[in-house]
């Protein structure tokens, strides 16, 4: 098997990062934690390190240490089966420092996060609860009114899209961050600075975009699902750098070079899979388990079609063009009907037979998303697990509930 060379470039890069993130904090920087749905951005402008709260999470689990990590939080006497991909990073840091992923990571200074409801409020609140780290909450606001095509509106008219009031109140939770991390870093935010990072989102998110489009059309699909995860997400995690931009430019005239000489993930493809959820760290060999038993390719995840629709937000106030980017982030993946209509967009765009859904336990309103999706013609299994706990699904038992729905319900015979 012949990984893609962004992808492997993508991880070498994060593995040095890394290093640098430690070092600096080792020096007496203060680290940031910042959980997936609030705006990085202002860190990457203040030139504060950070780490995102799941993409750790995602390193433990895969090196196999998130049973270990939610052990600890058992023994603390707090659930272990609840909120664990936000939970993980947490339990990690009373893992021994012998063997720890990468290192381990520091003790960070500042913890951010949105608040999208009780349970996830307790695990960052127990982050504030150790004497070397504050937690600083977003609130989550919820929308009133959903415009058709979010997808087409929210480049250029996301005032609309997302509405004055609620850009409102994360525009003045975006400045109380920004005072926040002054006093306490000494660091004053420079708005030409933050300008300049989220002009290179754009580019960066325009890459994606061409990509994605790529994929969308090429027959057979030319890059496995467990590659383009990390050639995505690893310039994501650096959003607003060259780097990441330059990175997603790569990835882009890699996959266009594939499908220009015709190569093909699965050369017999006969079965075309979209995967809705978080990525299964712990066993990311599941996305090619089907291909040679029934030609069954997974051609889409979450991760490339979000990069390239749910990031650009041209022109304005800096400010307001971050909360515009960050007010809706998860309407766009879980709130129906925003979540919905795109899901069923980018599965007729990619032309799937049929749908693997995660229903994590955190993920709101995920019926809907089966509901629309098989409303539109398009057969849904939906798996209830934990994306980074391996305790939470028999691997065994999730490959012959595929192998299942692909022979029942995609199509019958498919299998040899």
């Not at 899209?161 to 660091?187: I, N, P, S």
Request: net charge negative; glycine share 8%; charged share 25%.
């Amino acid at each position: 098997m012949t990984r893609l060379a962004s992808a492997v470039a993508a991880t070498a890069h994060q593995k040095e990062w890394f290093q640098t993130i430690r070092a600096r904090a080792a020096a007496g920087e203060p680290l940031v934690l910042v959980n997936a749905d609030a705006p990085q951005e202002v860190l990457r402008a203040l030139d504060l390190p950070y780490v995102v709260n799941q993409w750790w999470a995602s390193i433990v689990s895969a090196k196999r240490r998130a049973d270990e990590s939610l052990d600890v939080l058992r023994a603390r006497g707090y659930p272990d089966d609840s909120r664990q991909y936000d939970a993980i990073a947490l339990g990690a840091m009373e893992l021994p420092a012998e063997g720890a992923p990468w290192g381990g990571l520091p003790r960070p200074s500042v913890v951010v996060a949105e608040t999208s409801g009780d349970a996830q409020r307790k695990v960052f609140d127990l982050w504030g609860e150790h004497p070397g780290t504050e937690f600083f909450a977003f609130e989550r606001s919820s929308a009133t009114r959903v415009p058709d095509r979010w997808w087409e509106l929210v480049p250029q008219r996301w005032e609309e899209a997302f509405g004055t009031a609620r850009l409102d109140l994360v525009v003045a939770e975006v400045e109380q961050l920004v005072t926040f991390l002054a006093e306490r870093t000494g660091r004053e935010l420079d708005r030409d600075r933050l300008a300049h990072v989220m002009d290179l989102v754009d580019e960066q998110a325009g890459w994606n975009r061409r990509t994605r489009d790529l994929v969308a059309a090429a027959r057979p699909t030319p890059v496995a699902v467990a590659d383009s995860i990390p050639a995505v997400m690893v310039p994501q995690w650096h959003r607003g750098t060259e780097w990441g931009r330059d990175a997603a430019r790569g990835l882009y005239e890699e996959v266009a070079g594939l499908v220009d000489s015709g190569a093909a993930v699965c050369p017999d493809e006969r079965v075309r899979l979209m995967w809705i959820g978080r990525g299964m760290w712990f066993d990311m060999d599941l996305y090619r388990r089907f291909q040679d038993s029934h030609g069954a390719v997974f051609v889409w995840s979450m991760y490339l079609a979000i990069a390239a629709d749910g990031y650009v937000r041209a022109g304005g106030d800096p400010v307001r063009r971050l909360a515009a980017r960050f007010a809706g982030f998860t309407d766009q993946l879980y709130t129906p009907p925003w979540s919905t209509d795109w899901y069923v967009k980018e599965a007729r765009l990619h032309g799937v037979d049929g749908v693997v859904h995660l229903v994590a336990d955190d993920v709101p309103a995920s019926s809907f998303t089966t509901r629309g999706l098989e409303a539109a013609g398009i057969p849904v299994l939906e798996v209830r697990a934990n994306n980074a706990d391996p305790r939470a699904q028999d691997p065994e038992a999730l490959s012959a509930a595929i192998a299942g729905f692909l022979d029942s319900r995609v199509r019958p015979g498919s299998g040899r």
